[in-house]
């Protein structure tokens, strides 16, 4: 009984861990196209650097 709950814990574990890679690399994407866009969309006056991001 105990390896079959190991199995299961460790499937759902690999489920839950595919799963967040899955969430966080739309997040990448998502951020850099942002980051992207802050290249492309410049503001007009009182910019420092052209950039709308202070960093």
């Known amino acids: 009984m105990v390896p079959l709950l190991l199995v ?3 499937a759902l574990l690999l489920f839950g861990a ?3 890679l899955k969430v966080l ?3 990448a994407i998502i951020v850099l196209a942002v980051w ?3 290249f492309i969309v ?3 006056s009182g910019a420092g650097r052209g950039r709308w991001y202070r960093w």
Do not use: E, N, S
């Open 8 to 10: 299961l814990l460790l």
């Open 18 to 20: 595919g799963f967040a």
């Open 25 to 27: 690399w739309w997040v």
């Open 36 to 38: 992207l866009l802050g």
């Open 42 to 44: 410049r503001p007009g």
